[in-house]
C-alpha cells in the first residue's frame, strides 16, 4: 500500500528555532507540493517540484523558509528562524503527471508545528 | 487566474440521503483535472474522484459521483446513501500545473 510519509507528525518548538521537516513521496510519483494549512487561511501552496526541480515557491516566505529534494526519495521543508505565526498543518504530496498536468496527488498524514 | 469557489461554507444530510456539493472554476485553459478531496477529523486529505477535462462522462466512484458541465465550469460532487463516516471537509481542485484548492464544505451526517 504505497502512501506518503512525512515526519515528524508533531512538532512543538520556541520560536527562533529551527524546525526541519521531511517528506517521503510514493515510489514513482514525480511531483512533490508542499502545503500549509491554517484555520484563517485554508490550505496554501508553499513550493512544488517536477523531477526534483522547483518549479513554484511563490507562496513561501523566502526570508525564513526553503524547500529542497535532494533525492528522489526525500523532500525537506526548514523554517529559519521560526515564528508562532508559523503554526499550522504542513502537508506533503506527491503525484504523477503528464506534461503540465498531474492525475493525481496523494497527501501524508501532516506535520502539525506549533511554535511558542 | 485560475480559481476555485465553494459557495456552500457548511451543508448537513441526514443518513441514507443523497447530497450534492457545489464548485465552481475559473480557467481559460481546456484540457486539466479537477479533483474531490475529503478531509475528516483525522486531517488526513484523502482523495475522494477525479475528472479529467476532456472526458465528456462523469466519474464515479462507487457513492461518490461528479456532475461535470465544462461550459459552465461546474464540477459538483453527489454522495448518495450518506454514512456517518462521510462526515469531514470536502475540498475541490484543480489542476493545471500546480492545483488550486476551494475554501472547503462542512458536510454532516445526521443519524
Known amino acids: 500500500d504505497a502512501r506518503v510519509t512525512q515526519t515528524p507528525r508533531h512538532k512543538v518548538t520556541e520560536m527562533g528555532q529551527e524546525v526541519t521537516m521531511r517528506c517521503q513521496p510514493i515510489?514513482?510519483?514525480?511531483?512533490v507540493f508542499w502545503y500549509r494549512q491554517t484555520m484563517m487561511q485554508g490550505l496554501e501552496l508553499l513550493a512544488y517540484?517536477?523531477?526534483?526541480?522547483?518549479?513554484?515557491d511563490s507562496g513561501m516566505p523566502k526570508d525564513r523558509f526553503s524547500a529542497e529534494m535532494p533525492d528522489a526519495t526525500l523532500a525537506t521543508l526548514k523554517i529559519q528562524p521560526s515564528e508562532p505565526r508559523d503554526s499550522a498543518v504542513y502537508f506533503c504530496a506527491s503525484g504523477a503527471d503528464r506534461g503540465r498536468r498531474s492525475y493525481e496527488q496523494y497527501f501524508g498524514p501532516g506535520t502539525r508545528l506549533t511554535v511558542t | 487566474a485560475q480559481t476555485v469557489t465553494q459557495s456552500q461554507p457548511e451543508m448537513s444530510v441526514q443518513e441514507a440521503e443523497t447530497v450534492t456539493l457545489s464548485c465552481t472554476y475559473d480557467?481559460?485553459?481546456?484540457?486539466?483535472?479537477l479533483f474531490w478531496y475529503k478531509q475528516p477529523p483525522s486531517r488526513q486529505m484523502i482523495l475522494v474522484i477525479r475528472?479529467?477535462?476532456?472526458?465528456?462522462q462523469n466519474a464515479t466512484e462507487n457513492r461518490f459521483s461528479v456532475n461535470f458541465q465544462k461550459a459552465a465550469k461546474s464540477f459538483s460532487l453527489k454522495i448518495s446513501d450518506s454514512q456517518l463516516g462521510d462526515a469531514a471537509m470536502y475540498f475541490c481542485?484543480?489542476?493545471?500545473?500546480?492545483?488550486?484548492f476551494g475554501s472547503g464544505t462542512k458536510l454532516n451526517v445526521k443519524p
Open positions: 480557467t481559460s485553459e481546456s484540457d486539466y483535472y
Open positions: 475528472q479529467e477535462a476532456y472526458k465528456q
Open positions: 515510489l514513482g510519483h514525480n511531483t
Open positions: 481542485a484543480y489542476n493545471f500545473n500546480k492545483f488550486y
Open positions: 517540484f517536477r523531477n526534483r526541480a522547483p518549479l513554484d
